[in-house]
Structure formats: structure tokens, C-alpha cells
């Protein structure tokens, strides 16, 4: 039985991901993502799901922080393209919104669209299928939420504009933890993070065990270890399973010269219709 | 005669970087990044400046994507520590704070802090500074703002509680743009950003431009070119500036190969305390 913890309430874009892997599995929602880290860890749920990169956001840093504080593996990865909507209880009309309601990453992918509506209220809230839920609930004649268009279908609020998002083609990409490293499928994708000690040459070398080893790149991003001022970090994602000998004596390799290494997992990398993305190699 | 353009109101943590640089420039308010640009542009500035980059939120993309979309060079950089403070007008007490008002990003920084406030309703606006500017205009005394010390001091608000961000040591590195490429210093760092093709081996390749030239990275970020989906965009900053021989080379080199490369800048370092900041090499 798979049961699914995701940040947010029913109708959030996270639960859509999570159907997306499991459409006949129980989600579970969960206020924070400290909270779905916590459902994976005591056994009340069997995999988390967690947003991670988003095409216009960048990379959720919250998530990397938590996977490293935590020692959850990743297990499986999916995409959902994000479409924003505007809703309201049936009745109201864009011209007589006061307030709109979402979560602030939801407001700041609206922005431009927010900015056309004249006079109104911005309020942010904790996730963008609550906002919808706070507005049926109070009977909110006057406010507008930004949220799925299943988040819609749940609440009983019609879609006054649909596809409001600033930029058409948003995608977001998310992981899914689980306490045991059982990957959803054949890993060939496996996420990990190192740290640098400020040396000449030092990333170069770090790229080589992968590059003269033939393991493409799909992500690569560094971070300055601010409470280490002399150290970085990287998140890399290497297009390899961790078991494949190659990605082993790499990890090795890489170990050599490293502050740490750190594997988050070894997964099954998305197929969007049947083509693999792109890599950096 | 100085005049710099940032976005937000009287107070903002843009002005306040401006004025680590100019103590005695004029500063200029917009509402958007966009118009950052357009007043540069159109001369009624002398210089713009931008956050660029967050060291929990990452970069901030919107301005990566402007400084594309413009072309208007980057001339110089300079960092802050953020420290947020619950603002509100003498006389409130927390316990009587019904609403809090922040930007979005504000707000996401001091989560952890928020959540504390029992029954608060988040709301969120389009800058830091004019959050306190509301509150003394509507003489709001349920009311408190995210912003500065300086936010404070402006609009006449006690600080009840310094310092609420969830990480203590947040950065935000800002670059000042200008019509004219003339640096504000000496320069002996360049910005750039370049796509390259999916190819095996292509990233590093693209980085052995730098490394066998002994230039040392900054800093250095993978995006997916999501309206182009074989192509990959980095974002690098290398510690040398663009006349120097070995850039000039490096750049040349890497024109061989990379799809297209654009130069945003070349500026001198922000410096902390005498001492340079930390390299990647």
C-alpha cells in the first residue's frame, strides 16, 4: 500500500506529482517540509515528495538543506508542468476581487499578472490548494486564490483565468524520499553533493572523475558554505546509476580530494514522452 | 552627480547596498526591476543596482534573465548581510499583531519566525520598505512589517524584535549596472553566461578554457534552456578581468565551441574586510 506525504493541502501541485507516479496511491498532507521528512522517517507514510528545481525558481535550497540534514534517500523523481489559475467562488467577477491568496512562490510566478488587477490585496498563505479551501470555507466573495485547476474541481471554485503564470513553460521538477533506498525503477540518475577546499584547479578536478569516466551531467550548481567561508558546496546530478562500476570508482575518485561526498540517491531518471532530457555532460 | 536606481521604496536593503558604495548618492526608488533597467537606459540614472544572488535563496533569476534581455553592463558589486526586524508602530505589542506585511522573499526568509506569531494573517507586498511606509501612512496598529533597521528609523516604527531571519548569516551580493562599461574599480572579475550544445564531455570542456589557463570560477550555475530543450546556460563568474590576456583567450576559446557566449561585465571584486572572498578555481 503506498501512501504518499506532500507539503500542502489537497489539490496542492505536489499531490498532482505525486499521482503522476501513483494514480491510484493515498496522498497525505503535511503543513511544512520538515513535516514530510518527519512522515517518511517514523514509518506514517511510505515515500515522501518534495519539489526541488523549478524552471523559472532555480533550486529549492530548503529541500538540498533538508536532505542533508536528514538521511532519507531519493528514490524516484517526476515533472509537472505548472499552470496557475484565478479562483473564485462562482458569482464573483475579476472586477470585484479585493484580496488575492497564495503561496508566495506561486504570487512571485503571477507577478505580472497580479500587477494588472487594480487595488487589490496580496496575501500570502502556506500553500496555494489552501488558499482555495480558505476561500470556500469563509464564503469569501471578494477574494480571488491562485492554485491548481484541480484545486478548482475540489473547493467548488470556478477558474476566472486560467494559465495566469508569468512564464508559459514552468516546470517544476520533484524528488521522492523514502526511508529504505528501494529506487521506483532501474536507477540511472544519481544526485549527490560535495564540498571543495578553495584550491587551484579544484572543480576542474572534481568534473574530471566524472568527464574522463564518460558520466554525463544533468545539474551542476555551486554554493558558497557561507558558515565555512573557505569551503564550497556543490549539487551535482550525474546521469549513471550509483551501482554502474563507473559511477562507483568515480565516487571514489571524487572522495580522494573532498571535503565529503555525499550520494542523496540513485533513481530512475523522468522520461517525458519516452525521450530522455537533455544532458550537460 | 551619482544616481542610483534600485527597486523598492525609501529604506529598501537595495538602497542601503547602494549607499555601501556611494555614502552620499542619490537614490532613486522603482517599482520593478524592469524599470531598474528602463531608467539606466534611458540616462535618468547614473548607475542601477540589483540583488543578484542569496546565499540561502540562490540566484535571483529575474535579473539573470534582464540582464539577457538588456544590454546594459554590469560595472560593479557589492554584499550585505540581511538582518530582518519586526517593525510596528510605537505602542504595539507582538500579542497584538493581527497582520504581518513583507515581500515575499522577506516573508520565506523568516518562516520559521512567522509561524511563532499565533493567529497572524501573512500578507504579502511589493517591497520591504514600503510594508513600513504602509503601516505609518494608515497608522495600522494591529499591523507589523518585515524590513530594516533603516525601514524603521525612516518611518518612525519601533523594532520589536531584531534579527528574525531563520539563518543568521544571510548575504545578498548585488551588481550596479550602468549604460557605459566603466567599471567602478579596477576589474579583476568578469560575469558570463554561455549555452552549449548537449554534447559528451561539453561542460567540460567549456570550464578546461578557464582551468588550463589557471582562471579561477566564482561561481557557477546550470540552467535548462527550457525553450530549447538540447541546450544548457550557465552562468559563471571567473576571478580576472575581461583584458586580461588569459580571459580574453579563454573567451575565444570557448566562442569556438559554446552555442553563443555574452559577457555581462567585467568589474572589480567586492571586497570584505580587506581579505578577497573564497574562490571555486
Chains 1, 2 share one sequence.
Not at 528545481?53 to 508542468?81: A, M, Q
Not at 503561496?103 to 500570502?124: I, K, N, S, W
Not at 570508482?249 to 523522468?270: C, D, K, T
Request: with cysteine; hydrophobic share 45%.
Amino acid at each position: 500500500m503506498i501512501r504518499i506525504a506532500f507539503q500542502g493541502a489537497t489539490g496542492a501541485y505536489s499531490e498532482s506529482a505525486a499521482r503522476r507516479l501513483w494514480p491510484s496511491g493515498e496522498t497525505v498532507a503535511r503543513d511544512r517540509f520538515d513535516d514530510v521528512f518527519d512522515a517518511v522517517k517514523a514509518g506514517d507514510v511510505t515515500h515522501g515528495i518534495l519539489p526541488i528545481e523549478n524552471s523559472v525558481g532555480g533550486s529549492i535550497h530548503r529541500n538540498y538543506g533538508l536532505l542533508l540534514e536528514h538521511d532519507l534517500p531519493i528514490v524516484g523523481e517526476t515533472e509537472l508542468t505548472v499552470v496557475h489559475n484565478l479562483l473564485a467562488l462562482p458569482g464573483t467577477s475579476i472586477t470585484g476581487i479585493r484580496r488575492v491568496f497564495s503561496h508566495p512562490q506561486a504570487l512571485a510566478q503571477c507577478e505580472q499578472y497580479v500587477r494588472t488587477l487594480p487595488g487589490v490585496e496580496v496575501v500570502a498563505t502556506y500553500d496555494t490548494a489552501g488558499s482555495a479551501r480558505l476561500i470556500r470555507e469563509g464564503g469569501l466573495r471578494d477574494t480571488a486564490a491562485i492554485a491548481s485547476a484541480r484545486a478548482a474541481e475540489i473547493f467548488g471554485l470556478d477558474i476566472l483565468k486560467a494559465g495566469i503564470q508569468d512564464f508559459q513553460d514552468t516546470i517544476t521538477r520533484f524528488i521522492v524520499i523514502a526511508r529504505d533506498p528501494v529506487p521506483l525503477g532501474p536507477p540511472d540518475k544519481t544526485t549527490l553533493a560535495f564540498a571543495l577546499q578553495n584550491a587551484p584547479g579544484a572543480l576542474f578536478k572534481a568534473l574530471s572523475v566524472f568527464a574522463l569516466r564518460d558520466i554525463d551531467l544533468t545539474k551542476l550548481e555551486s554554493r558558497p558554505a557561507r558558515g565555512l567561508p573557505w569551503e564550497y558546496l556543490f549539487y551535482v546530478d550525474v546521469a549513471v546509476g550509483r551501482d554502474d562500476l563507473r559511477c562507483t570508482r568515480a565516487l571514489e575518485h571524487l572522495a580522494e580530494f573532498a571535503r565529503w561526498v555525499r550520494v542523496f540517491g540513485s533513481y530512475r531518471q523522468w522520461k517525458v514522452d519516452g525521450a530522455s532530457p537533455a544532458m550537460l555532460s
